[in-house]
């Protein structure tokens, strides 16, 4: 149960006593809800939605959304935002492009000194607030910012154009990109491995939250900070690490968009952050900590993926994508806390 | 409860909508199954709201009603996403595919999928290397190079010296070819600005304090009609006496150069990129031709001076120029 750490000690055994109700109570069934709606919703509308052809498109455009609202979940649920972790995604692409395509250094090499860098990064970003006191909000907008320059500054500098050119040519392309950008072909769809890695990324990212140690520690600090440093809960460690897995799976999503394209642009990857955000949120997770959780995330960008693409579908006209897309998360949103409202929160 | 009771009502209206939009979505995709009609998509690598590819739109979407076919309309800058919507169209089994190549490489594989999935495509606007290569029928569009160094030469007639090139776009390679052709032919220096597109005010704002910083700058080009303006602002608020030349046309652009405010402006005609395109698609699917045999379609430079301006204006006026 993942929502007993915040929950007092008085409404604990009226929740666990009603197995209805305890289902309505965790985070992700409103996500749940939400999401069969959306497909049922363009299922019925158009006619390619429901195909194989059609899932495997909007599968794949929700998979790089969710295992990064899986892991800015984790970060949120522990109290902290990471704004760094859309541009992240460009960043870990664009060091691993120049290595290869301008160094000749060995492309599995450079993908792993890009995952080095990249958790380096997001330990600093959590050093720096926990060390501050700071809020994550402003830290990680000057990381977004430093970043998203340096992006920009160093690709130009260093190859002469904005976007990396050539990585097919690189020697053992590809056999790194059958880890990040192959697909299957199922009936005329083409579903990509991403798909897979963010179905593994949920996995294990419920599995820490729900069965381990560091699952309690995370709700802990996010739902009440200094009474967990009071009980002896490692903060730094927890938080530190937290940062860590958000710009380890910026990482992922780096190389997958890499290896799906065999480009990036200086511009990968930005604003993509409050995507996240939205997916995570929509996802049942609460915006000042403590509570969500990871299925619920991947739900939210499951979600994300197929208003997106169902729009699409549905051709409408896409001059009015983002209006339609803000009105049905925001939804989305309002279903999940009336539903997570009347599970908890009495007769109202 | 009042609450719940209310909440049940809204589901029960938006099912009752559902249903009956459901109806229409049926009718409309059934209309089309034995080739009476036709439906291309056309995906490029705009942002939202950007003016040029409005004209690019406003095109295809005249070739559409002209032709009845159905004409889908979607973009975005990144390519991965790009790729998407392009796989979205190949799921749909559209008729056809007009898109736009501003990062090929990023696009090879939808557009590769594409071909092979027997869905003609041709591409507009950038891309004209790869297009064959990557089997689109063939590219409409304007060369970069070609474009570029027509406006290096038009510089040198207006004996300019020292020039900025605004780059809207970080990341998008088609405005790094323009500036790097127009830096080609030039005689004088030019230098890269690298200013946020995405905000108008501070695109003035950047190319006001260069040129304060530095009142040699005698011109200034930008590479899209919406940041001429703004280039034209930044100029007479540092009082300066640079000269504004664009790529890409809009209707105070056009104002502009009719009053003498903008030097000239280089029209690579987005409307016809968009009527083309779609066009080439629909002679395709009707008479099996191929426009330009395959060879890249030219779709401009046009230029835009104080002498056919006043012709322009009136088409800029509808959205069309």
């Not at chain 1, 996010?222 to 530190?240: D, E, F, Y």
């Not at chain 2, 260069?210 to 280039?231: C, E, H, N, R």
Request: with cysteine; glycine share 12%.
């Amino acid at each position: 149960m993942t929502t007993t750490d915040i929950m007092t000690i008085a409404t604990r055994p009226r929740v666990e006593n009603r197995p209805i109700r305890r289902i309505l109570g965790r985070p992700e069934t409103g996500a749940l809800v939400a999401a069969l709606a959306v497909m049922i919703f363009f299922s019925v509308y158009t006619t390619t939605f429901l195909t194989l052809p059609g899932a495997g498109v909007w599968l794949e455009s929700a998979s790089t959304f969710g295992i990064m609202a899986v892991a800015v979940a984790l970060l949120m649920i522990g109290g902290e935002f990471d704004l760094s972790a859309g541009v992240m995604t460009g960043f870990t692409a664009l060091v691993v492009g120049i290595l290869t395509t301008q160094f000749g250094v060995n492309i599995w090499v450079a993908a792993i000194v890009s995952l080095a860098v990249a958790l380096a990064i997001g330990a600093l970003n959590g050093y720096v607030v926990m060390r501050t006191g700071l809020p994550s909000f402003i830290v990680t907008l000057g990381t977004f910012f430093v970043l998203a320059g340096a992006d920009l500054a160093v690709t130009k500098l260093l190859t002469g154009q904005v976007a990396i050119q050539g990585m097919t040519k690189v020697p053992f392309y590809d056999s790194i990109a059958a880890f990040f950008g192959s697909s299957l072909t199922i009936g005329g769809g083409v579903f990509y491995i991403s798909v897979v890695w963010w179905i593994v990324v949920t996995i294990i990212a419920t599995w820490v939250l729900l069965r381990t140690r560091a699952g309690n520690w995370i709700f802990a600090v996010g739902g009440a900070l200094n009474s967990s440093r009071q009980v002896g809960v490692p903060v730094m460690k927890t938080k530190v690490g937290l940062f860590m897995t958000t710009s380890g799976a910026a990482w992922l999503v780096g190389m997958i968009s890499l290896f799906r394209t065999s480009t990036v642009q200086a511009n990968t990857g930005v604003g993509q952050e409050f995507i996240y955000i939205i997916c995570a949120v929509v996802g049942g997770c609460l915006l000042t900590g403590g509570y969500g959780s990871a299925v619920g995330a991947a739900l939210g960008a499951l979600i994300y993926g197929m208003v997106f693409q169902g729009i699409t579908f549905a051709q409408w006209d896409t001059n009015w994508l983002r209006t339609v897309l803000g009105g049905m998360l925001l939804l989305a949103v309002f279903l999940n806390h009336w539903v997570r409202r009347r599970a908890t929160g009495g007769s109202r | 409860m009042k609450r719940l009771f209310t909440g049940i009502g809204i589901v029960a209206v938006a099912g009752i909508l559902l249903t009956a939009c459901s109806g229409t979505g049926q009718a409309t995709n059934s209309a089309n199954p034995n080739g009476a009609k036709y439906t291309y998509a056309v995906i490029t690598h705009s942002g939202p709201g950007d003016a040029f590819w409005d004209r690019v739109k406003s095109g295809a979407e005249a070739a559409g009603s002209n032709y009845g076919a159905t004409i889908t309309y979607n973009a975005d800058p990144d390519p991965a996403k790009q790729s998407q919507l392009i796989d979205n169209a190949v799921a749909q089994k559209v008729n056809g595919i007009v898109v736009s190549m501003a990062n090929p490489e990023g696009l090879k594989t939808s557009i590769k999928a594409a071909v092979a999935a027997g869905i003609p495509v041709v591409t507009i606007n950038s891309g004209i290397e790869e297009s064959a290569a990557y089997g689109a029928i063939t590219h409409i569009g304007q060369s970069e190079t070609v474009a570029g160094q027509a406006v290096g030469n038009k510089l040198n007639d207006s004996s300019l010296n020292n020039v900025l090139c605004v780059i809207q776009e970080a990341g998008n390679v088609g405005l790094e070819q323009r500036c790097k052709a127009a830096t080609s032919t030039f005689k004088g220096t030019m230098t890269n600005l690298q200013v946020d597109g995405t905000n108008d005010s501070e695109v003035k704002a950047t190319i006001k304090s260069k040129l304060q910083a530095d009142p040699s700058i005698d011109g200034v080009l930008t590479l899209g009609g919406q940041y001429a303006l703004d280039a034209v602002g930044g100029v007479s608020e540092s009082n300066s006496t640079a000269k504004v030349a664009t790529f890409d046309l809009s209707e105070d652009v056009v104002a502009d150069v009719q009053a003498g405010t903008i030097l000239f402006a280089v029209d690579q005609q987005p409307y016809v990129q968009g009527f083309l395109g779609v066009t080439a698609l629909f002679l395709d699917s009707t008479n099996g031709n191929i426009i330009g045999g395959g060879q890249p379609v030219y779709s401009g430079p046009a230029f835009v001076t104080k002498d056919n301006a006043a012709q322009v204006a009136q088409f800029a006026k509808n959205g069309t120029r």
